[in-house]
């Protein structure tokens, strides 16, 4: 395994429409290293999400993990999760702003409008469909990563970019307090 290098804004890769996967290439070992190498760089610099573009792979791969944090028992956890040519259905409903980072826009934090419940269909590792409905965390999550395979960033997302944030000054003006930190995705 490898940790990977991440692209950040600027890169022109991370503006691109990534390809899908030919369903025929998700088991060849190519594709399995990538995706491990993807989750251990989202481990290694404490990301919750990854998108095949964002480690300069132009193609239909992302994955993303929550893991449970003892100092913010409130924040949400998510399952290590992988998805490979995902359609993403936003659900009616009105939209939720909430806090996003991410690793190509690093030490920085904005509030993004997200549909708050979303609806994915896409293949897993092993190439086999999943088809299934979040909301709140995990679905702002899964909107941000398949966002990147459209060459879409969250600032693009943003209503306005007046909460437009430098990580050090998040923390002084726009933290609540025991709030946990928007991660990184
Ligand atoms: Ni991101």
Not at 41 to 66: F, K, N
Not at 138 to 144: F, G, P, S, T
Request: one cysteine or more.
């Amino acid at each position: 395994m490898a940790i990977l290098k991440i692209a950040e804004i600027g890169n022109p890769i991370l503006r691109q429409v990534a390809r899908p996967l030919p369903d025929d290439k998700v088991r060849s070992e190519a594709v399995q290293i990538l995706i491990d190498d993807m989750i251990e760089t989202m481990r290694e610099y404490d990301g919750a999400g990854l998108a095949a573009p964002q480690v300069r792979h132009s193609v239909q791969i992302v994955v993303y993990e929550a893991a449970a944090n003892p100092r913010y028992p409130e924040a949400p956890s998510i399952p290590l999760t992988v998805l490979i040519n995902p359609t993403v259905i936003l659900l009616p409903g009105p939209p939720e702003g909430g806090w996003e980072g991410c690793l190509s826009i690093p030490e920085m934090r904005g509030i993004v409008p997200r549909a708050r419940s979303v609806r994915v269909k896409a293949l897993d590792r092993l190439g086999r469909p999943v088809d299934f409905t979040v909301e709140g965390f995990h679905a702002r999550v899964l909107q941000h990563e398949t966002d990147h395979l459209q060459g879409i960033l969250f600032v693009d997302r943003m209503a306005d970019l007046k909460s437009l944030t430098r990580l050090n000054e998040f923390h002084r003006f726009w933290m609540k307090p025991g709030e946990a930190d928007p991660v990184e995705t």
